[in-house]
């Protein structure tokens, strides 16, 4: 069984930074692709970067492009998001998901939510002063 668990989201001014972390278990070996996304309240669930481990590519989205980066620590099976210089709109709940490898490039790119098959619980992350 797979299991996803975000940490690291909490209270930031904008222009801070804040490290998301996710500790990945279970059938991990079966992953094409891992990625983080978030949703704010009333917002529809978006992708912000994706991750592929095929072709070991990453994507952003554009408004994150420069602020946020992707990494992954494969000996402790931890996906990471650190993000810099926070806006109010960043936040949201961000998760944490993974794809198979089954899944088309394009997809993994495009950050297609529904391409997503795993997903942790979330962690909140505000920017406000």
């Known amino acids: 069984q797979v299991q996803l668990v975000e940490s690291g989201g909490g209270l930031v001014q904008p222009g801070g930074s804040l490290r998301l972390s996710c500790a990945a278990s279970g059938f991990t070996s079966g992953f094409g692709a891992i990625g983080w996304f978030r949703q704010a309240p009333g917002k529809e669930r978006e992708g912000v970067s994706s991750?592929?481990?095929?072709?070991?590519?990453?994507y952003y989205v554009d408004s994150v492009k420069g602020r946020f980066t992707i990494s992954r620590d494969n000996a402790k099976n931890t996906l990471y998001l650190q993000m810099s210089s926070l806006k109010p709109e960043d936040t949201a709940v961000y998760y944490c998901?993974?794809?198979?490898?089954?899944?088309?490039?394009?997809?993994?790119?495009?950050?297609?939510?529904?391409?997503?098959?795993?997903w942790g619980q979330g962690t909140q992350v505000t920017v406000s002063s």
């Open positions: 991750f592929d481990l095929r072709d070991n590519k990453s």
């Open positions: 998901a993974a794809a198979t490898n089954a899944t088309p490039r394009l997809f993994i790119e495009d950050m297609r939510v529904r391409s997503f098959d795993y």
